[in-house]
């Protein structure tokens, strides 16, 4: 099984070392003729227009949209949970659009204001999940097949599931924590096809 991560800009490598600890397969993700070897995806932090731009630029947008309809597993992270998003405020160029949840950009303040907090975290054992926000977003709202995974003690959304989407509003793959890794590694495993399998 390989995981790729959309290697234009932000937090990639980070992802890598993150899946690398637990023994997962990553593959750093530049032309979208290598989504077709991947088994899921991980779109991570990073500067959302500045991501968004070079996905226009590189023609990654259809193949990222159907590589989403594929059912195949992938997670947004931070700025990444702001492309999958079918509706964000203040993003002056398309994203990927394929979950159906409102998004607000920056709804924290700017990187100063910068902050964790323990999350409790739908499909995770254990202790609460250590969330590291950095010029976060919010999930202002989700469409009725949308599960929301995680919230702040105020009740705003940082974690929500549609199928085999998932999306966090903050960076996971800082705290070093890898649960969150594992469990989207879980996504859609018994649907998932073999490499090479007929229709």
């Known amino acids: 099984m390989t995981t790729g991560i959309l290697a234009l800009q932000g937090d ?48 990654f947008t259809e193949p990222l949209r159907a590589f989403c309809a594929s059912g195949r597993p992938t997670w947004g992270t931070c700025a990444g949970a702001i492309l999958l998003a079918k509706q964000v405020d203040d993003l002056d160029r398309p994203g990927i659009e394929t979950m159906d ?10 990187q100063v204001d910068s902050f964790e907090a ?8 254990g202790k609460p ?44 793959e800082l705290g070093g924590d890898t649960r969150l890794h594992e469990y989207f590694l879980t996504i859609g495993a018994a649907e998932r096809p073999r ?3 007929g229709a």
């Open 101 to 110: 949840m409102t998004v607000a950009r920056n709804a924290f303040g700017r």
């Open 12 to 59: 990639f490598r980070e992802h890598a070392e993150m899946l690398a600890s637990i023994g997962q397969a990553a593959v750093e993700v530049r032309r979208p003729e290598q989504l077709d070897a991947l088994d899921s995806l991980i779109i991570p932090g990073g500067e959302s227009t500045t991501i968004a731009r070079l996905i226009l630029r590189y023609s």
């Open 129 to 172: 999940f250590r969330a590291i926000f950095i010029r976060a977003p919010v999930i202002e709202s989700v469409g009725e097949g949308v599960e929301v995974l995680g919230r702040l003690e105020d009740g705003a959304i940082v974690a929500a599931r549609q199928g085999n989407l998932l999306a966090t509003a903050f960076h996971p």
């Open 118 to 125: 323990g999350i409790e975290i739908g499909g995770l054992d």
């Open 195 to 197: 490499a090479g399998a």
